[in-house]
């Protein structure tokens, strides 16, 4: 039963990868078009220090943003602000710390963002970590829970005001969280929501990922009964050759470096459609889905489930001591109810 527990999660989160990479394969790369200049518009990009996370923010800082890079690498950070800095001398790009594993850092970050008074037009939800050894965070929490789920719902929640504020009736605010595939290899177990009974890393990060599909679905039904300005989506980069895979087996991260040059995607052209949801004008007040190559298509059957996602929402809301409901109408224009 042990090794059934453990084997079937891996098999399941390999296939599911397999058939994206054949996907990749067989079909045209999605290539951003030509979006409007952003001038005045401020986004935050989480774990915005490398791969995935730094070429969204490259990409966006070339199209006139402000953006704040949110990472717990100081170093890599800097590094980050100063190569984009070099090579686009108009760039506005700042490093803000964040360590979204502990609550602490998550709700310190929100406080010095809040007393600098800037607007928030985009929040990408994009710092991630998978198939980590089991690990605890400072909080008790499973390490691929608190990273890739647990300390985004709350950094969301207490941003939320500032970008219901920000919002406008013809440009609303957005929420992107960055997902994987891996989230169709997932069964979601509210009585287990942190893998422990038997713990395996392969299930852990898939599991995860489910939750944040789930809760973007639920966020956006609180949204739109609101009436907020806001809308939050769900982004499927594909398979992405980044630092994730660091973590592989010896035999698997032999057989990622044969393949990946050759079947995964490029961090560049992985952020091209969390770039596209960010700021296209086709998805202005689109909310609710699951982006793939810059349109929606459908996330697994599990993720569907409104009972689901509203225990998951409140159960999360009981760990994190937040009330259940957004209460936001206070902060809404009556023009936007």
């Known amino acids: 039963m042990w090794i059934v527990s453990r084997v079937i999660p891996v098999l399941k989160l390999y296939f599911t990868g397999l058939k994206v990479l054949l996907y990749q394969l067989w079909n045209t790369r999605f290539l951003l078009p030509v979006l409007a200049n952003q001038n005045g518009r401020v986004a935050i990009v989480t774990g915005g220090a490398r791969g995935l996370g730094y070429e969204t923010v490259r990409q966006l800082v070339n199209l006139g943003m402000f953006v704040i890079i949110a990472s717990r690498n100081e170093e890599e950070a800097l590094c980050a602000v100063k190569k984009i800095s070099e090579e686009n001398s108009e760039a506005q790009v700042d490093f803000e710390f964040l360590d979204v594993s502990c609550l602490r850092s998550v709700r310190e970050f929100v406080r010095r963002f809040k007393d600098r008074g800037r607007p928030l037009h985009v929040l990408i939800n994009n710092a991630g970590v998978m198939l980590l050894p089991e690990g605890r965070t400072a909080d008790g929490f499973e390490t691929h829970f608190a990273t890739n789920y647990l300390g985004h719902f709350l950094l969301t929640r207490l941003l939320l005001e500032t970008l219901v504020h920000s919002g406008k009736d013809e440009s609303y605010s957005r929420i992107l969280n960055v997902s994987s595939s891996a989230h169709h290899a997932a069964d979601l177990r509210l009585h287990d929501l942190q893998n422990v009974r038997c713990h395996s890393a392969h299930e852990a990060y898939s599991g995860s990922k489910l939750a944040q599909v789930m809760f973007t679905y639920h966020l956006c ?117």
């Open 221 to 337: 039904e609180e949204l739109e009964s609101s009436g907020a300005p806001v809308t939050v989506n769900a982004v499927d980069p594909g398979v992405v050759n980044t630092g994730l895979y660091s973590h592989l087996c010896c035999l698997t991260r032999y057989a990622h470096k044969l393949i990946a040059h050759f079947l995964f995607k490029t961090p560049a052209d992985g952020a091209a459609t969390a770039v596209y949801s960010a700021l296209s004008p086709h998805l202005e007040r689109v909310s609710g889905c699951y982006l793939h190559e810059g349109r929606c298509v459908e996330s697994s059957s599990n993720s569907y489930d409104k009972d689901l996602q509203t225990r998951l929402w409140q159960n999360t809301c009981d760990l994190l001591n937040l009330q259940h409901s957004l209460e936001l109408h206070a902060h809404i224009t009556p023009e936007l109810k």
